[in-house]
Structure formats: C-alpha cells, structure tokens
T-cell receptor, first 113, second 114 residues
Framework: GENVEQHPSTLSVQEGDSAVIKCTYS??????FPWYKQELGKGPQLIIDIRSNVGEKKDQRIAVTLNKTAKHFSLHITETQPEDSAVYFCAAPPALGNTPLVFGKGTRLSVIA | GAGVSQTPSNKVTEKGKYVELRCDPISGHTALYWYRQSLGQGPEFLIY????????DSGLPNDRFFAVRPEGSVSTLKIQRTERGDSAVYLCASSLTSGPYGYTFGSGTRLTVV
C-alpha cells in the first residue's frame, strides 16, 4: 500500500520568510497529491493539490512542486504571515482503487511575528 | 448542510462502555470517510462508504469498531468495550464521488476514554 513520509515535523520561520515542507510517497503509480491545513480544533482543509501531469502549481502565496521520478512533492509558502501557523499534511492515494487518501504525519508550522 | 457536521464534539466515556459518533456529510456527497487522529499524528484511515455500503473497512483496528450508513447520508461510528487506547479525534470527511478528490472534513469528535 501507499506510504507517505513528511518532514520536517516542526518548522519555525520569521514572518515574511518562506517555508518549505517535503513529502515522499512509495506508490509510483499515484497520480494526485493534495495538501491540507489543520488549525486548532478544526478538521483538515484542502489548500492546494497537484496532479501527476504537471510539475508545479501556484495559488497566490502557496505553490506545490512534484518530482515523479524521485517520488516526492513539496509545499512552498512565501511571505509567511502569522495566520499561516497551523499543521500541514500531505497526502497521496493508493494506485489501486485511488481511495482512500493516505496522510503524512504532519508539519507544525509556526510563523513568528 | 454547508459543511460536514460531527456530533458530539467531545465525548468522555469510561473504559468498557459503548459509544456512538455521528457524521452528517454534505448533502449530495456519496462518499464518506472515517479517519482517526492521535495527538501529533496524521489522520489514519478507518473505513469508507460509497452510498450505503462499506467499500473499504480495512482500517478498522479490530471487531470492536463498526460503522453504518443505512440511508446513504448520515453515518455512525460505533465502538464497543472502549479502551484507553481508543482515545483520539475521530474525523469524518465526505466527497462528491469516491476517489481522492475534494475531501471536506468535519471538525471531529474528541473521544477520551478514562
């Protein structure tokens, strides 16, 4: 089955700096890679995703890059703000059946004002 | 409704008791997923439904855990003879169809077994 590993587990950055979170996956046939943001007391919320037919996708201050050869994908947040502080999860589906999503263990991002 | 609703938001129960956790998915979403999240960990898959049937229950840890979705909408996760190790946040998500796209999560039920 799919195995998703995520690092770092914690990350602190100064407000305005960039943050990068990386994930690797095991199933080379996986074709969809979402990122979720979880704030305290809430469920994870989808913030950006990428499909395997592209290498990069941007949405304002966030971007995701995908390297299928190396089986890893990364979340990039630029010009970080205090409200970016949260736990971020990457995920990937198993190639067989494409469901359900398998999540990484999460990265706690702290943006220091 | 506007989002996925889970009730109760918090549940404290004594070891050995039976509990039910409820999930109201977004109207029209045919797929519904249950995950469990322990402190400092990512969501771990338990079971998912496509319509009324359990399409994959491979994540249920043992036979004390059971889930139903009798009318293809509301789902109930049932835990018998609770143990302290069952303490976690139980998350429910729904999506329009089965597949990995567009999961909308509820805020979860925090279960504490004392």
């Amino acid at each position: 089955g799919e195995n998703v590993e995520q690092h770092p587990s914690t990350l602190s950055v100064q407000e305005g700096d960039s943050a990068v979170i990386k994930c690797t996956y095991s199933d080379s046939a996986s074709n969809y890679f979402p990122w979720y943001k979880q704030e305290l007391g809430k469920g994870p919320q989808l913030i950006i995703d990428i499909r395997s037919n592209v290498g990069e996708k941007k949405d304002q201050r966030i971007a995701v890059t995908l390297n299928k050869t190396a089986k890893h994908f990364s979340l990039h947040i630029t010009e970080t703000q205090p409200e970016d502080s949260a736990v971020y999860f990457c995920a990937a589906p198993p190639a067989l059946g494409n469901t359900p999503l398998v999540f990484g263990k999460g990265t706690r991002l702290s943006v220091i004002a | 409704g506007a989002g996925v609703s889970q009730t109760p938001s918090n549940k404290v129960t004594e070891k050995g008791k039976y509990v039910e956790l409820r999930c109201d998915p977004i109207s029209g979403h045919t797929a519904l997923y249950w995950y469990r999240q322990s402190l400092g960990q990512g969501p771990e898959f338990l079971i998912y439904f496509q319509g009324t049937g359990a399409a994959d229950d491979s994540g249920l840890p043992n036979d004390r855990f059971f889930a139903v979705r009798p009318e293809g909408s509301v789902s109930t996760l049932k835990i018998q003879r609770t143990e302290r190790g069952d303490s976690a946040v139980y998350l429910c998500a729904s999506s329009l169809t089965s597949g990995p796209y567009g999961y909308t999560f509820g805020s979860g039920t925090r279960l504490t077994v004392v």
